[in-house]
């Protein structure tokens, strides 16, 4: 049987000891301040270079061979070159909650991230991931609408890694089909990793347009198990997402008025 109770892992640390940028946050948009010195985001991805997906039993990971600078993000608040590594999601049991981040307390039923790592500056993502503004993830909002053809190739693949610690080769896919029309209008942040390590290295770039993915996509992503097989009781992947923590006198920055 499948219980959706709470994961321990996300009756985790509330609030990261001495932490004072966490992440998720609640985006309040009437107190963020338009930056006009924010540049447009230029995304350079090549599907050549996506490899698989793995189920962490935390989410299902999409990974992306960052042993060279082909696949880059730059702009926006960022001044150096920064390398995809993976992109992931967060979902609930329900379509009324399951994004981490939240618009003036709005919750989304879905959240994706686009993590990436400064490689003008570390060697490795590993290095990054303990250095102040070492990464810049992407999220990007989900609701349910009509079927998301791009996303179709990857909820496809998804069974296969249906159990924690399950790999599967995935190829040629471009994630940049993930990103909503308009990437200029985002906010951002200096913030941390929504899951442990939880490391307070990420500049988060939140696009303002969300992306449409259907209600049988999302139910394909909730048939996924936190569990590995040899384990009895098997446990959905949902609710896979961190409580909101304090903004600590943060300032959230737009790209926009
Ligand atoms: N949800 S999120 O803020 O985008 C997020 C949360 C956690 C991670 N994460 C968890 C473990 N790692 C990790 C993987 C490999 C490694 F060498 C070091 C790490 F911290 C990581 O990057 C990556 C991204
Ligand atoms: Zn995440």
Redesign the pocket.
Known sequence: HFSTGMHPMWQGPLVAPGGNRQ?PIDIRVRKSVFDPHLKPLTPDYDPGTCSQIWN?G??FLVEYDDTTDKSILKGGPLEDNFRL??F?F?WGESNAWGS?HTVDRRLFPAEL?M?HWNSNKYRR??EA??EENG?A?I?VFLKIGKRHEGLQKLVDALPAVRHKDSVVEFTRFDPACLLPANIDDYWTYA?????????EA?TWIIMKQHIEVSHDQLAVFRSLLFTSAEEEVQKSMVNNF?VQQPLRGRTVRSSFT
Do not use: D
Request: aromatic share 6%; glycine share 6%; hydrophobic share 30%.
């Open positions: 992440s962490n935390y989410s590594c993976q992931h967060h981490e991230h993590v993502f590993e991931v303990m990464l993830v999220g913030g941390s990793l929504t899951t442990p390590p939880l490391t990420v961190r």
